[in-house]
């Protein structure tokens, strides 16, 4: 077979790139995630009517266009699952403008140039969860989970088709380009581990959110024009979900932020490390009456080990004749040292309903309480924001959430407040212009004067 010159090759990847950075621009990204479809050399995929402009690929036309494609590739499937991805990610971190040394997506170029890639520019984000089940039904084969480390270690049978899914961690912020960097090196090192087995394969690389939301635009002239400023659609992270033995759902756990702090360093942010699809349960465990979430971490606040657990406990209170979940325990284990904090007091709700308060923390709100006065506890400031979880009665999603503000707030009683005193104003001004009386007596004009005698 004729090998395509290089520079050719550099061409066509670099006119795939600049064809995503006039998407970025014309297409309209929110709810939206780009899809990249490319197959390891010698194959080709098959030519496909591209979507046209503005055109959101989801549901039939998707299934559509990843069963075609199978039909000419390897069906030896590679699936990079990322948190989020957006065509910003593309435009901002990519070789779009010929700086390839700066680039995050080296090796993603690099395997582009040596096939004919398909590239959906705007998928729904709400059908990137159906990628990997369309292809689990066109293959007849379940999907393997496993790291880019483990590849290398598989027994890669090609006589049968082979779905491969590796997650790949995201979050947006200062720190994005060093975090694409690395999936990019972990996409090129399981490429390299397929090359090195001889595995033929058909990679697709996509996000299960948008990392980045911008307004919806036309066409490109309008971004230079006048705009509507409108509120932008924040990407929802999933909650950190874990199932009984049945594989059930038995606890749901969310949150924005889980910050926490020590005397002897500042705050750290758990939620970027919770709900990105990498932290670890194990040890937890879930029954009728004590449900118990543990979150797993390493090298927290220089902290080797670190643990973060919530321990909840279903309890039938006869004056309620009801039974209610009550958050017994927050327990932070590190380096073989513990920190108890009891939050039966303010953390709890109805056993079929969830919890949810806006601030949760031993500082300001309150709901945690060092267990003892010596506990390791005092040394320890949490706060968790918008923060939910559920022990009991999960049925797939949060329950009615019980929140923990109390009907009249803050804001409620200064409304209240207010329209008393103007109804206090009102009031007294009526009873003044009550009480106003026309004069009995006037002084007649005809008549005489009064006199008023003047004395020395």
């Known amino acids: 077979m004729a090998e395509v010159p290089s520079r050719s090759r550099c061409s066509s990847a670099m006119e795939k790139f600049a064809v995503l950075f006039v ?28 979507p046209s402009a503005g055109e959101i690929v989801s549901g039939a036309k998707l299934a559509s266009y990843l069963k075609t494609a199978l039909t000419t590739s390897p069906r030896n499937v590679l699936l990079f699952l990322q948190d989020e991805l957006s065509m910003d990610d593309f435009t901002a971190y990519g070789g779009v403008y010929g700086n390839k040394e700066d680039s995050a997506f080296v090796n993603l170029e690099s395997a582009l140039q040596a096939s004919t890639p398909m590239v959906l520019p705007a998928l729904a984000w709400t059908a990137a969860d159906s990628v990997e089940k369309i292809f689990q039904q066109e293959l007849a084969v379940p999907a393997l989970i496993t790291a880019a480390s483990e590849i290398s270690q598989l027994q890669l049978n090609t006589a049968q088709p082979l779905l491969l899914v590796i997650r790949l961690p995201y ?67 999933p909650p950190v979900t874990f199932n009984n033995t049945e594989g059930k759902s038995c606890i749901l756990l969310w949150a924005d932020k889980l910050n926490v702090a020590h005397d002897k360093g500042g705050f750290f942010d758990l939620g970027s490390l919770t709900f990105n699809g990498s932290v670890s349960l194990d040890g937890s465990s879930c029954n009728e009456t004590v449900s118990r979430l543990v979150l797993n971490y390493q090298n927290v606040l220089n902290f080797k080990s670190f643990q973060l657990i919530f321990t909840m406990r279903k309890i039938f209170f006869p004056v309620s004749a009801r039974n209610w979940a009550v958050m017994e325990r927050v327990q932070l284990n590190y380096d073989g040292q513990t ?45 968790f924001t918008d923060f939910q979880i559920q022990g009991f009665n999960v049925t797939g999603d949060f329950s009615y959430a019980s929140d923990c503000a109390s009907f009249f707030t803050p804001g409620i009683w200064m409304g209240l407040l207010t329209s008393l005193l103007m109804v206090f104003i009102l009031a007294y001004g009526l009873h003044m212009i009550m009480q106003l009386h026309t004069m009995d007596r006037f002084d007649d004009p005809k008549g005489p004067s009064i006199s008023v005698p003047q004395t020395e």
């Open 339 to 383: 920190a108890n904090f009891n939050g039966s007091r303010g953390i709890y709700s109805p056993a079929e309903y969830s919890f949810h308060c806006q601030i949760v923390s031993n500082t300001q709100s309150a709901l945690l309480v060092p267990r003892t006065v010596t506990d390791n506890a005092t040394h320890w400031s949490i706060l």
């Open 23 to 50: 998407f970025s621009l014309l297409y309209t990204c929110r709810a939206q995630v780009p899809l990249i479809m490319w197959t390891s050399n010698g194959y080709t995929l098959p030519t496909l009517l591209e």
């Open 171 to 237: 979050t947006a912020g200062a720190n994005s380009k060093e975090l694409l960097r690395k999936n990019d090196e972990t996409i090129g090192n399981v490429l390299t581990a397929l090359r090195a087995q001889s595995v033929p394969y058909t990679a697709v690389y996509t996000g299960l959110r948008p990392s980045h939301v911008i307004q919806d635009t036309s066409t490109a002239w309008e971004l230079a024009g006048r705009s509507l400023l409108q509120a932008t659609e924040p990407a929802v992270k």
